[in-house]
């Protein structure tokens, strides 16, 4: 069957310190991958994108690697800051249209001062 | 700008009542997709609309409708709601995709509870 892991449903991590956040999933082959961010009580926002031929991309502190031999995404956010606690979602795009997205369950990320 | 918006914020109904949820879709943006999201968990898509026309539908089923109009604008129609109705619709919005993927602009949802 299809299915996305994220890595635990929960992470603490001390401020300042690098958050990596894993996404894994069977049986797709997406045309691309997404990373989203979401408040509790409020819709996703999107952070980055990444292609099926793409390694890595980069956004200020966040970085995004995908390995489409081992089916994982895994989302870095560098110099963390409580302000980025939140929920963060891997979302599969399994057509290059975007009309068919699967996310996964997310990873509630806790940076502690 | 505004970005994507929905209503209502909350919606309290009874079981088997019927409800319908709105959005507006983020200026310059044609395409329009809700998704379920239950507490603790990622959204699930129920459909997508496009030139008012259904596009793409995920598994749901037939009690979950909806329509786009001319403005983009969108609505979600739920029949003989369930108890496990209950969670958070958000609707998201995108300009036409063709070639090239793009990140989603979401609504901050409508929170249906069923009781």
């Known amino acids: 069957s299809q299915k996305i892991e994220q890595n635990s449903e929960a992470l603490n991590i001390q401020e300042g310190k690098t958050a990596t956040l894993t996404c894994n999933y069977t049986?797709?082959?997406?045309?691309?991958l997404q990373w989203y961010r979401q408040d509790p009580g409020r819709g996703p926002v999107f952070l980055l994108l990444i292609r099926e031929n793409e390694k890595e991309k980069r956004k200020e502190r966040l970085k995004v690697t995908f390995d489409t031999t081992l089916k994982q995404s895994l989302f870095h956010i560098t110099a963390s800051q409580p302000a980025d606690s939140a929920t963060y979602l891997c979302?599969?795009?399994?057509?290059?249209?975007?009309?068919?997205?699967?996310f996964g369950p997310g990873t509630r990320l806790s940076v502690l001062p | 700008d505004a970005g994507v918006t929905q209503s209502p914020t909350h919606l309290i109904k009874t079981r088997g009542q019927q409800v319908t949820l709105r959005c507006s879709p983020k200026?310059?943006?044609?395409?329009v997709s809700w998704y379920q999201q239950a507490l603790g968990q990622g959204p699930q898509f129920i459909f997508q609309y496009y030139e008012e026309e259904e596009r793409q539908r995920g598994n749901f089923p037939d009690r979950f409708s909806g329509h786009q109009f001319p403005n983009y604008s969108s609505e979600l129609n739920v029949n003989a709601l369930l108890l496990g109705d209950s969670a958070l619709y958000l609707c998201?919005?995108?300009?036409?995709?063709?070639?090239?993927?793009?990140?989603?602009?979401f609504g901050s949802g409508t929170r249906l509870t069923v009781v």
């Open positions: 998201a919005s995108s300009p036409e995709v063709r070639a090239e993927g793009y990140g989603y602009t």
């Open positions: 200026s310059g943006h044609d395409t």
């Open positions: 979302a599969l795009a399994l057509d290059n249209y975007g009309q068919n997205f699967v």
């Open positions: 049986n797709y082959s997406p045309a691309y």
